[in-house]
């Protein structure tokens, strides 16, 4: 019987996921404990190492699976794949630029064991350099991608906005209900989601985490940030480097502005959920 399966997405990134394998079998908690690589059709190389690496199993503290597929659907379809076949009780979706640090899974496993009305929870992300990443955040209104990415943010009325929505306005250090945590690290009860359903596959990449929590809070679920589980996070998103007005042509933009259409539609006649209960210090 597995007690955790962690589900690491492919895409061409084959060193990092080598590398955050590696780290998970290294850091594995006293559970049993399957990693499943799903393969968005990688031309890197990826499939033999993997493929090798289910038939020789070569770390004792963990079962590696592995599922190749043959198209790149997105984020959302392909971590789907891995929570279908996922054996495990509790499921950790975690991208491959992740380092798990000593500890850090044992603790979210013995926060959710604790906490019998949480579903989601997520750790505190930190940068290569040890400094903090935000990875929780408030939900984001209509206006949100106009302050975060135009002269907007400069305005008195758009710093405070980005500041809730940031959640700058804490200093993360105390666990806390959230509103939403990046999918980039994220602990969540098999059974709680069979109940919610998995991500929406209408999402290619970005906006799919935050509409999951979303459903989470509205089926009853809450959603927790636990600090005091660390990881690091060697990712620069790519869709926020540079402004929407001066890189439309970006294909990491355009995604992430078809993803906030389909959000904002599918949520503008429904309230927020749970708002009483939502970003209260635990």
């Given amino acids: 019987m597995i007690d955790l399966s962690v ?3 492919n895409y061409n990134m084959k ?17 049993s404990t399957e990693v499943i690589v799903v393969d968005n059709a990688s031309i890197d190389g990826s499939t033999p190492i993997f493929d090798e690496w289910e038939r020789t199993q070569p770390f004792p503290s963990i079962t590696f699976r592995f599922l190749p597929r043959a198209t790149n659907d997105g984020y959302a379809v392909g971590n789907n794949e891995g929570v279908r076949i ?26 959710l064991n604790k906490h019998p009305n949480v579903a989601v929870v997520g ?24 302050y975060r990415r135009t002269i907007l943010s400069q305005w008195p009325t758009g710093k405070q906005h980005l500041k809730e929505y940031m959640m700058t306005d804490w200093d993360h250090e105390s666990t806390r209900r ?21 991500l929406d596959e209408q999402f290619f990449m970005y906006y799919e ?16 940030y636990v600090p005091h589980a660390q990881m690091v996070h060697y990712h620069q998103r790519l869709s926020a480097q540079t402004s929407v007005v001066k890189n439309l042509s970006s294909w990491a933009t355009r995604t992430h502005i078809r993803s906030a259409i389909h959000y904002y539609l599918k949520y503008h006649q429904t309230p927020l959920p749970q708002k009483d209960l939502v970003s209260s210090t635990l």
């Avoid at 060193?15 to 559970?31: D, E, F, H, S």
């Avoid at 959230?178 to 998995?198: P, Q, T, Y």
Wanted: proline share 7%; charged share 20%.
């Fill in 209 to 224: 985490d935050i509409d999951w929590c979303r459903r989470f809070w509205q089926s009853g679920y809450e959603i927790h």
């Fill in 15 to 31: 060193g990092l996921v080598k590398q955050c394998v590696r780290g998970i079998a290294a850091n594995t908690p006293p559970c």
């Fill in 178 to 198: 959230v509103d939403w945590i990046m999918g980039s690290a994220m602990v969540l009860r098999k059974n709680a989601i069979e109940h919610v359903g998995g």
């Fill in 123 to 146: 750790p505190k992300l930190l940068n290569p350099d040890k400094s903090i990443q935000y990875s929780c955040f408030r939900f984001p209104t209509l206006m949100t991608p106009l």
């Fill in 86 to 111: 996922a054996q495990g009780s509790v499921v950790l979706i975690l991208n491959p630029d992740i380092a798990v640090l000593k500890g850090s899974i044992e603790l979210l496993l013995e926060y």
């Fill in 7 to 9: 589900i690491i997405l």
